[in-house]
């Protein structure tokens, strides 16, 4: 397959692992490793983007959500919302480092939005916490965990 045709595929993958939509990237990065034919690096690097572009769409999905807490169909529950408020505001934006760790990083990146955390400090942090996530991924590929 072309170089091209993988990388877009990773970059999907990485957006939709970083949204509510299940989807693994950390496996179909590690079985594209698998084959060699491709630059780790890169790999990784476009990944890693996807999943921050995902996760950008959390944030902005945090940050327009509250609009519609009164709504009847509304999902969550009011209370489950000001836990998720409260516990961001309490450990702040450093908990953004976190959003790598799979299964708690969707819920750091929506509160994240609703706490109305600046851009310029999320996108840092998110990009930095990914990066790591996808980087081990490729160190457990080579073998040096």
């Not at 179909?28 to 034919?37: D, H, K, R, S, Y």
């Not at 942090?125 to 990066?131: C, D, E, G, T």
Request: glycine share 8%; hydrophobic share 55%; proline share 5%.
């Amino acid at each position: 397959m072309a170089e091209i045709h993988v990388l877009i595929i990773l970059f999907v993958v990485g957006v939709t692992s970083a949204g509510f939509l299940p989807s693994q990237a950390e496996v179909v990065l590690f079985a594209v490793l698998a084959t060699g034919e491709y630059r780790p690096w890169l790999l990784v690097l476009v990944t890693t983007a996807g999943n921050v572009v995902g996760s950008v769409g959390n944030y902005y999905l945090g940050k327009y959500i509250l609009k519609f807490e009164n709504k009847k169909w509304f999902p969550v529950k009011k209370k489950y919302l000001e836990k998720a408020e409260n516990l961001f505001a309490r450990h702040g934006p450093a908990t953004l480092l976190l959003s790598g760790i799979p299964f708690i990083a969707d819920p750091i990146t929506v509160a994240a939005g609703m706490s109305k955390v600046k851009m310029w400090v999320f996108l840092p942090l998110v990009s930095i916490s990914k990066a790591c996530r996808y980087a081990v991924v490729w160190l457990l590929f080579i073998g040096i965990f």
